[in-house]
């Protein structure tokens, strides 16, 4: 017996032995598993407590492991239970929150426990249908507005604000606002509509389907409204209409993410008070136009659609204040080739051509050619609309024959005005610098019509000769050209001289600076333009020489018939002497 004691504890030494050795060897650490990692079913603990879930055995130890193993067992069994209940549901499972790699096995438990609460106890509660509203027309909008009511409306305001036509104005935008409130966005798609559409489709939207009585209610109000409060409420309305463009555009491009565009609900009462605005007080454009020309924000090829627009708006008011626009804010666009697309020089031609349709637009616009002392064609608007019609061979577009077409109504509403006049006068100086340009450019169609304005700039003022003998030197070659036209086409170009002193004096003096240049030491080809100058000079003096003589003659024979007949008939009517002179000034230079 003796034996199995120290027997016994030989073996506990050496079992303590290599206890200590292994706990050496693991820096007092110790590998603890857990059973779902394992994907096993943990083992039941023994009562004994000396067999441990890492194998290991210690006295404290062994409380540390059993907490967690009677932990893992229970959370096991509630799974178990958690799994039972889900299955016992009629209902479709509802979805347990995403876990992440990263998240331990409490998740799990957590996952589970949301999966039981929503699925067994919360019932999923129906959404309610949203009831769709009808959707309301531009048409059946403005079909429901009460003339009576309007008039009634605008009473009040007008004596409310009696001082504040602005806020008159304002208020009578928020009244259409109301009644156009129900349009929704898809009913009134502004901006495709003016992208997609040709001017004559968008020319009467939305005024066309307002009723007359309220159109005119309308109108005769605002007819009583300064020019400076309209003007100033025609630019808001284009501030509010070009900020909703720029809330569409970054809505497309999803720059603002989770903005939400402005509505075009208020933009049909927008376009429509400003329709009104600009039929009825058509110069009311005229006085917006430099900020339109002048400020960025108003400027750009998305924008030039609501421009388009504005300005058909005041050509139903005035077809003179609709060329005027054009020809000083669309025009230009035209002629700047590195800001005129396709699509705007069509949106431009459209316009213009639009104006030109209407019933005695020539009578109207040749009549009108002076507005308030403005031309409607200034003589830079000619200069350009010449280059954009009568472009180098290389350069022509489709849009060239277009111009073509309404270059001749153009050029003559550009001329027009009373012959003689001091106003006449300063545009024909103006012009002949500008046509002298051109004709001296190489382009032989361009070359051909500006010289024949330049020569309709001498018809108009004798200082134009004057004027031409300054820039004769500068412009040879464009002189060269005129002189051959005056020699070739005499006889019709002699009748219409302004003052033929004039022109003799001037040819002379180009006479004496041709004689000049050929006796120095100009170049070849200078010295072969010299002499063509020269050549012409000497025909035309020639003729205007010829001419004076049988002037002399003519007019002495004239006065004796004159004499003779009245002595024969003394109650002869008196001779229409301005007639007379015209027929013997067109016989005296037609040789």
């Given at each position: 017996?003796?034996?199995?004691?120290?027997?016994?504890?030989?073996?506990?030494?050496?079992?303590?032995?290599?206890?200590?050795?292994?706990?050496?060897?693991?820096?007092g650490w110790q590998k603890v598993t857990y059973a779902k990692r394992q994907r096993k079913v943990p083992a039941k603990p023994s009562d004994s407590g000396l067999v441990q879930a890492n194998g290991s055995a210690g006295g404290g130890a062994d409380k540390v492991f059993r907490s967690l193993e009677k932990h893992s067992e229970e959370r096991r069994q509630r799974l178990e239970a958690q799994r039972a209940a889900i299955a016992a549901q009629s209902e479709a499972p509802v979805r347990s929150k995403p876990r992440s790699d990263d998240e331990g096995d409490d998740s799990d438990v957590e996952a589970a426990d949301g999966v039981v609460d929503n699925g067994a106890t919360d019932e999923k509660k129906a959404k309610p249908k949203k009831v769709?509203?009808?959707?309301?027309?531009?048409?059946?909008?403005?079909?429901k507005i009460n003339e009576a009511d309007l008039a009634s409306f605008?009473?009040?305001?007008?004596?409310?604000?009696?001082?504040?036509?602005?806020?008159?104005?304002?208020?009578?935008?928020?009244?259409?606002?109301?009644?156009?409130?129900?349009?929704?966005?898809?009913?009134?798609?502004?901006?495709?509509?003016?992208?997609?559409?040709?001017?004559?489709k968008i020319a009467d939207i939305p005024v066309t389907h307002i009723p007359e009585g309220v159109y005119k209610t309308s109108v005769d109000w605002i007819n009583q409204r300064s020019s400076e409060s309209l003007q100033?409420?025609?630019?808001?309305?284009?501030?509010?209409?070009?900020?909703?463009?720029?809330?569409?555009?970054?809505?497309?491009?999803?720059?603002?993410?989770?903005?939400?565009?402005?509505?075009?609900?208020?933009?049909?009462?927008?376009?429509?008070?400003?329709?009104?605005?600009?039929?009825?007080?058509?110069?009311?454009?005229?006085?917006?136009?430099p900020s339109l020309r002048e400020?960025?924000?108003?400027?750009?090829?998305?924008?030039?659609?609501?421009?388009?627009?504005?300005?058909?708006?005041?050509?139903?008011?005035?077809?003179?204040?609709?060329?005027?626009?054009?020809?000083?804010?669309?025009?230009?666009?035209?002629?700047?080739?590195?800001?005129?697309?396709?699509?705007?020089?069509?949106?431009?031609?459209?316009?213009?051509?639009?104006?030109?349709?209407?019933?005695?637009?020539?009578?109207?616009?040749?009549?009108?050619?002076?507005?308030?002392?403005?031309?409607?064609?200034?003589?830079?608007?000619?200069?350009?609309?010449?280059?954009?019609?009568?472009?180098?061979?290389?350069?022509r577009v489709k849009a060239t024959e277009r111009f073509e077409a309404i270059y001749p109504t153009l050029k003559e509403v550009a001329l027009a005005g009373s012959a003689g006049s001091k106003a006449m006068k300063q545009v024909a100086q103006q012009?002949?610098?500008?046509?002298?340009?051109?004709?001296?450019?190489?382009n032989p169609e361009l070359s051909k019509e500006a010289t024949s304005i330049f020569i309709w700039c001498l018809t108009q003022n004798a200082d134009c000769y004057k004027q031409w003998d300054k820039i004769y030197l500068d412009n040879l070659e464009a002189s060269v050209a005129i002189l051959k036209k005056f020699t070739e086409e005499w006889k019709e170009l002699s009748a219409k001289q302004s003052s033929f002193d004039a022109m003799r004096e001037t040819l002379k003096s180009f006479r004496n600076k041709n004689q000049k240049a050929l006796a120095g030491e100009e170049e070849t080809s200078r010295q072969l333009l010299f002499k063509d100058a020269d050549k012409y000079c000497k025909l035309i003096l020639g003729r205007l020489s010829r001419g004076h003589g049988c002037m002399k003659s003519v007019t002495f024979a004239i006065i004796a018939l004159a004499v003779g007949a009245a002595v024969m008939s003394p109650t002869l009517e008196s001779w229409d002497w301005n007639k007379l002179s015209v027929l013997f000034t067109q016989q005296s230079f037609q040789v």
């Open positions: 017996m003796a034996d199995k004691p120290a027997t016994f504890e030989a073996n506990h030494a050496e079992d303590d032995e290599a206890s200590n050795a292994n706990s050496s060897n693991n820096h769709k509203k009808p959707k309301v027309t531009v048409v059946e909008a403005a079909a605008l009473v009040e305001v007008s004596a409310s604000y009696e001082s504040q036509q602005e806020i008159q104005l304002m208020r009578f935008a928020d009244y259409f606002g109301r009644a156009f409130s129900a349009v929704s966005a898809s009913q009134f798609p502004w901006t495709k509509l003016f992208r997609d559409s040709t001017v004559a100033s409420f025609a630019l808001w309305s284009l501030d509010s209409i070009f900020a909703d463009l720029a809330n569409q555009h970054a809505s497309v491009k999803g720059s603002k993410k989770g903005a939400q565009p402005t509505s075009s609900k208020s933009q049909v009462a927008i376009f429509a008070v400003l329709a009104m605005v600009l039929r009825r007080k058509p110069d009311i454009l005229i006085g917006i136009l400020n960025p924000k108003f400027q750009g090829p998305d924008k030039l659609p609501v421009i388009v627009w504005m300005v058909a708006q005041a050509c139903q008011g005035d077809l003179t204040v609709g060329l005027y626009s054009w020809a000083h804010n669309l025009l230009p666009i035209v002629g700047g080739k590195s800001t005129c697309n396709p699509q705007s020089r069509d949106l431009i031609l459209q316009l213009v051509e639009r104006i030109l349709s209407r019933p005695k637009a020539r009578t109207v616009l040749v009549n009108g050619a002076v507005r308030k002392g403005e031309r409607l064609l200034p003589p830079l608007a000619l200069d350009l609309l010449m280059r954009v019609t009568f472009p180098a061979s290389s350069a012009i002949l610098t500008l046509a002298v340009r051109a004709a001296a450019e190489g």
